[in-house]
């Protein structure tokens, strides 16, 4: 083993953070901006390889600072971890400017305010290669790297192929174009006149830059949140409407002034517009969402594209909602206006049809029944507000964030290990009070789950009761009268012939036990207080969430005390049914409800009592049982 020589670790750390020329562009557009530029002009030749040069009229760079600045982790914009916190420049590393004179010739000429003449220095491997020399300059900073790469044939071949370099760059500076209204942009290849981005207002960015078109096609769009238990953003953007068409998904997102990724918003975001639009176009976004620094966390990755969110489902919950709503306005006005089929026609589903059709079929019906009322009075009803509030929790709430999951301890108990202590918690009481928050919070914003046959409620309610009665009959009347309440606001659709064929999807990829549906009807028909309406939101949503809860399958558990009654019946299939509903149960436990609690549940006090969570041991006390043994 032998200890790398420095400039082998640089040049190896270099060629990470600087990938290809465009990350290279992409730094030093942002120390431009870093820097309060109001213009950034970029000229690149030969993709970026044999020069790339960016100049800004921002507050430049100090002579006493030029000996470091292109040192490792030399920087002007941190100097304690906690800074990281509450950063708000897109540098903090001081690594960009030492990485390009490991891999590329680096000039900088810069003029600061007041001065009466700039320097002009060259850098190569993080060091001066001679004494900054006084020349004249413009405000600002120009920064210009040549020969990228230079060192590393490999890449430099690599690179050398790929054309496409130029329009990477060409790209990502439309980016930053479009959400930086206030700086204006452009970029040409060397020897040209003709600059390929020139930009001066948003809209005017994102018609110069993506085409009339599209700028045509947008829809504005803002969203935000101010519940910390939930999410804290504001955003704002523009997204393309039913009429865009593209095969390629275009998303331009800043959070907190910086250009990243967001995979998990970009799939959401996608996934809506396929399942709102008929004819599913790939959309044009362009979101700028602001949150709490400390809500971010930016040192992920080392080209901090990749960002992770405090609250990321939340957040992109709500962006869903909203891009979904619009859309499907949007789409209402296309879709509804030119063709005059009544909206109970539009349900039936030809099973030709691709699911996504489906989709947009319900949603469509969806959004029609939910038009009817002002939908601020739904989103708005203080009697759901006070229902969540009323949750007393505190106590369990760092148990169930910060758990770990072991495995089942038998068919009710799962077993959780919290820092050093272990315990015994009830699942089916957990999920229960899961479901019943989560019916809460989506509270007029379901996805329905379509039962393939629509059952008939008299019946269910008959089969619950195990006997003839007028019960039922009164409970389905009931029932269907009160439809159009259970529709809008929970998703169960009752129709006039008094079938339910669809549920609510209370935590996604969980369907609810069907075993239940019958005591599900019973409950509500029984236990229901129509006349008040914060008793009966909460009515409602307790009986959804007894149904959903995770409780034991009927057929008793194959791997348990159960083999006893299999070894009576000798039945292999009954066996095999078993295990498989067994298994999909302890699958669900730990993929959907054990995530979900993590970050949606607030257990409420009582579960510390009520048997839903028993401290079983701690490891301490464990080891030293150990080690007497
Ligand atoms: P970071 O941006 O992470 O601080 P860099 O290596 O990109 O690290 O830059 C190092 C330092 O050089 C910055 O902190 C800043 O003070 C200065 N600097 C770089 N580019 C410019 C510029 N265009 N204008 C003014 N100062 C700059
Ligand atoms: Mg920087």
């Not at 096609?217 to 593209?246: C, H, Q």
């Not at 009986?543 to 194959?558: D, Q």
Request: proline residues 4%; charged residues 25%; glycine residues 4%.
């Amino acid at each position: 083993i032998r200890r790398l020589d420095e400039s082998v670790v640089n040049r190896i750390a270099a060629g990470e953070v600087i990938q290809r020329p465009v990350s290279a562009v992409k730094e030093l557009i942002e120390n431009s901006l870093d820097a309060g530029s109001t213009s950034v002009n970029v000229v690149v030749k030969d993709g970026g390889l044999k020069l790339i040069q960016v100049s800004d009229d921002g507050h430049g760079i100090r002579y006493e600072d030029l000996p470091i600045l292109c040192e490792r982790h030399t920087t002007s914009k941190l100097s304690t971890y906690e800074d990281l916190q509450t950063i708000k420049s897109m540098g903090f590393r001081g690594e960009a400017l030492a990485s390009m004179t490991y891999v590329g010739h680096v000039t900088v000429t810069t003029i600061t305010k007041g001065q009466l003449h700039g320097y002009r220095v060259s850098y190569r491997d993080g060091v001066m290669e001679q004494e900054p020399r006084p020349c004249a300059a413009v405000k600002g900073t120009q920064i210009m790297i040549e020969n990228l790469f230079y060192n590393m044939s490999a890449r430099r071949k690599t690179l050398q192929n790929s054309n496409d370099d130029y329009s990477k760059i060409v790209d990502l500076i439309s980016r930053f174009a479009v959400h930086h209204i206030n700086v204006s942009f452009s970029c040409r290849k060397h020897g040209t006149n003709k600059a390929d981005v020139h930009t001066v207002s948003r809209l005017d960015a994102i018609r110069s830059v993506y085409g009339v078109s599209v700028a045509r096609d947008l829809m504005e769009i803002t969203a935000s949140d101010d519940d910390p238990s939930r999410s804290v953003f504001k955003m704002e953007g523009f997204m393309s409407n039913a009429n865009y068409v593209a095969k390629k998904t275009t998303m331009v997102l800043f959070i907190n002034d910086r250009l990243v990724e967001c995979t998990a918003l970009k799939r959401t975001v996608e996934i809506t517009y396929a399942a709102t639009l008929p004819k599913a176009s790939k959309p044009f976004i362009y979101m700028s969402i602001i949150l709490p620094p400390e809500h971010v966390d930016v040192n992920v990755h080392p080209t901090k594209r990749e960002v992770s969110l405090l609250n990321q489902e939340n957040l992109v919950e709500s962006i869903q909602n909203e891009v979904e709503s619009k859309l499907r306005n949007s789409n209402m006005t296309r879709t509804f206006k030119s063709t005059k089929v009544p909206v109970n026609k539009m349900v039936r589903i030809d099973s030709q049809d691709p699911v996504g059709r489906l989709h947009a079929y319900l949603a469509s019906v969806r959004s029609a029944v939910r038009q009817r009322r002002n939908p601020k009075e739904t989103a708005d009803l203080t009697s759901i507000h006070e229902l969540l509030s009323d949750i007393d929790h505190s106590g369990l709430m760092d148990i169930v964030k910060h758990c770990t999951y072991i495995g089942m301890a038998d068919d009710i108990f799962a077993l959780l290990q919290h820092n050093t202590r272990l315990y015994l918690v009830n699942v089916v009481n957990l999920s229960k009070e899961l479901m019943y928050q989560q019916v809460l919070r989506r509270f007029a914003h379901f996805n329905a789950i379509q039962l393939s046959d629509p059952a008939p409620i008299s019946e269910i309610i008959l089969i619950a009761l195990k006997e003839e009665d007028k019960i039922s009959g009164m409970n389905t009347e009931l029932l269907k009268h009160k439809a159009e309440l259970l529709q809008e606001y929970f998703c169960i659709h009752i129709d006039q012939q008094g079938n339910l064929s669809k549920l609510p999807v209370i935590l996604d990829q969980y369907t609810p036990d069907m075993d239940h549906v019958p005591e599900f009807m019973l409950s509500l028909g029984n236990d229901v207080d129509w006349e008040n309406e914060k008793n009966c939101f909460q009515a409602i949503a307790a009986a959804l969430g007894n149904f959903y809860s995770m409780r034991a399958p009927l057929l008793p558990n194959p791997s348990g005390d159960g083999l006893q009654f299999y070894k009576r019946t000798l039945d292999d299939e009954l066996i095999a049914e078993a295990e498989t509903v067994w298994a999909q149960r302890e699958w669900t436990i730990q993929h959907v409800l054990f995530p979900s609690m993590r970050l949606f549940l607030k257990p409420p006090n009582v579960m510390a009592t009520n048997g839903t969570f028993v401290q079983v041991a701690s490891l301490e006390k464990l080891y030293r049982i150990f080690e007497r043994c």
